[in-house]
């Protein structure tokens, strides 16, 4: 059996260095210096001490700071571009690297539901590899079948932190508690949108585009210990799961690597163990962050943009004190609602661009006036 040992050398370039994705990818290659080696380093700027022992121990033949270094890296030649920044400034980036050609492992949610049609438009067949855990488990089920076989995709939340509670216990939430995730080390703004259940609703709108399923055939299940990373249904009853314990290891390596898939990334699940796996419907009254996506994702053109753009104002107008928890999705449904969608059929980056800073300033606007 091929175990994808013999691969070639990949030249690998990561944006976003010293970040969750970035360090946990350096770690992947570090153990293992056969398959994959960095050409390219970037970072946004809020470690330069890391980002520095980071050029000085993998030497990549570009490095630099910012936006704009992360938009170089991406033309860089290479085999693949993790691209693992946090946020709507991720966007360029992975556009420069889909006009290169080069293979994008993309984590950085953001800029595919931003930029939605723009991106899928510049990405020839294939050359997108989710490295999200959900999306990545999703490609992993998609290869037991065919697309016309699938009857839905199904993927998997762990609820965040608030799990059963009710709005009105939402309400006086402290960003502490938001920011312990119970199954998951990330970034603090990744751990409030999974808190919010806004991740959930952005991986909606992400597996719409990557898979091209319709909004009402993508399903959001509640599994508390995130084992079963997601799942697909197909027509004859038959679901395929993807489980592991929790970990970004083996999507990132399976992002480096795709098809391929890198021995020993991580731990597997220990069937000599018990193991339960519990499933919960979602509470979209307690937690309304996933159908309003839904509905933004439904809409189309820049209106993800604006869900986008604005829960990133809210989340850290919550962080600094200035907004409750539940004001965070109300302030992005605000947005949503007052969103004039650009006329003409095509979609530009400066119309993406324009509705980012249009819900910017209208969230901005919502936070005060609360």
């Not at 302030?331 to 324009?354: K, M, R, T, Y």
Request: charge should be negative.
């Amino acid at each position: 059996m091929d175990h994808g040992a013999e691969q070639a050398v990949k030249d690998v370039v990561i944006l976003g260095s010293t970040g969750s994705i970035g360090t946990q990818a350096l770690d992947l290659v570090r153990a293992n210096p056969d398959r994959f080696r960095v050409v390219g380093l970037t970072a946004g700027g809020s470690n330069p001490d890391l980002f520095e022992k980071q050029v000085a121990e993998f030497s990549p033949r570009f490095h630099g700071l910012g936006e704009e270094a992360s938009v170089d890296a991406a033309q860089e030649t290479c085999d693949v571009v993790l691209n693992g920044i946090t946020g709507a400034v991720g966007l360029r980036p992975t556009l420069a690297a889909l006009d290169a050609g080069t293979t994008l492992a993309l984590a950085n949610k953001e800029s595919l539901v931003m930029g939605g049609p723009l991106v899928l438009e510049r990405a020839k067949p294939g050359q997108i590899v989710p490295v999200d855990s959900e999306h990545s488990a999703l490609a992993q089920c998609l290869r037991g079948g065919s697309a016309a076989e699938v009857r839905r995709l199904v993927l998997t939340a762990s609820g965040g932190p608030f799990r059963g509670r009710t709005r009105d216990q939402l309400t006086s939430v402290t960003p502490e508690e938001a920011g312990n995730h119970p199954t998951w080390d990330m970034g603090p703004v990744i751990t409030i949108n999974s808190a919010t259940l806004v991740n959930k609703g952005l991986e909606v709108i992400e597996a719409h585009l990557l898979f091209g399923i319709p909004y009402d055939r993508i399903e959001v299940v509640v599994h508390p210990t995130s084992v079963v990373h997601s799942m697909v249904e197909f027509i004859d009853g038959s679901t395929l799961v993807q489980a592991s314990p929790p970990t970004m290891l083996i999507p990132i390596a399976l992002g480096l690597s795709w098809p391929h898939r890198v021995p020993d990334s991580a731990p597997a699940v220990d069937w000599t163990k018990p193991e339960t796996w519990e499933f919960f419907p979602l509470d979209d009254e307690a937690f309304p962050a996933v159908s309003l996506a839904r509905a933004a994702g439904a809409r189309g053109a820049t209106v993800p943009a604006v869900y986008n753009a604005a829960n990133e104002v809210a989340v850290e107008a919550f962080r600094t004190g200035r907004l409750p928890f539940t004001g965070i999705v109300d302030v992005v449904a605000s947005a949503v609602a007052a969103h004039d969608v650009p006329s003409g059929e095509q979609l530009s980056l400066d119309d993406i661009l324009a509705a980012d800073a249009w819900a910017r300033e209208a969230a901005a606007r919502s936070i005060a006036a609360s």
